[in-house]
């Protein structure tokens, strides 16, 4: 117990100080959740994980965790981890407004930043951020569930549902 909790605090500090190297600009959006964020990627239970840095708060917001389930082969999920926390640490900083996209395939499902609402992953601006394994709803995984909880969702009879329309989960700023 002892040694958990010290791991535990070396883990939290040592993202700390890697995300004041990353310094975030205010932000004038009025739905953004705070005015400085940092995205960083550390481990959680053994797993990949990005979470939302603010200063002056304690606790560190998961926001997506990297299952190896989720992963298209020859993927890492640390590299995949920290990838997406730098494209959205850009876009948080350019202030922005920016909006998820899905765009199904036979490999994969492809989620990427888009300018307008209503706009696809082969929009003229659109910004790839990852892709996934096609059994997963990409929806789920931005809403940091769980991979088994996320097999079951938009699935009704062995039919995969994918909305058409532009994704928002609650913890984007936007």
Same mark, same amino acid.
Request: hydrophobic share 35%; charged share 15%.
């Given at each position: ?10 883990? #939290? ?15 004038? @959006?009025?739905?953004?959740?705070? @005015? ?27 926001? #997506? ?17 920290? %990838? ?12 922005? %407004?920016?909006?998820?996209? #899905?765009?199904?395939?036979?490999? @994969? ?21 990852? @892709? #996934? ?42």
């Amino acid at each position: 117990m002892f040694w958990k909790t010290i791991s535990t605090t070396f883990t #939290i500090s040592a993202i700390a100080f890697g995300a004041t190297s990353l310094p975030a600009t205010e932000s004038y @959006s009025q739905n953004a959740l705070a @005015s400085d964020m940092t995205f960083v990627c550390s481990s959680q239970n053994g797993v990949p994980t990005m979470f939302a840095y603010t200063p002056g708060k304690v606790n560190l917001t998961p926001l #997506i965790t990297w299952h190896p389930e989720y992963l298209v082969s020859n993927q890492s999920a640390a590299q995949v981890c920290q %990838q997406v926390a730098t494209k959205l640490q850009t876009q948080f900083q350019q202030q922005q %407004q920016k909006y998820f996209a #899905i765009q199904k395939t036979d490999t @994969s499902n492809l989620v990427c930043l888009v300018a307008k609402e209503n706009d696809n992953c082969n929009a003229k601006n659109s910004e790839e951020l990852f @892709s #996934i394994n096609p059994n997963y709803d990409p929806t789920c995984i931005l809403d940091n569930r769980q991979p088994l909880e996320c097999v079951a969702i938009g699935r009704t009879r062995g039919v995969f549902s994918m909305p058409d329309t532009s994704y928002e989960p609650t913890w984007w700023p936007w």
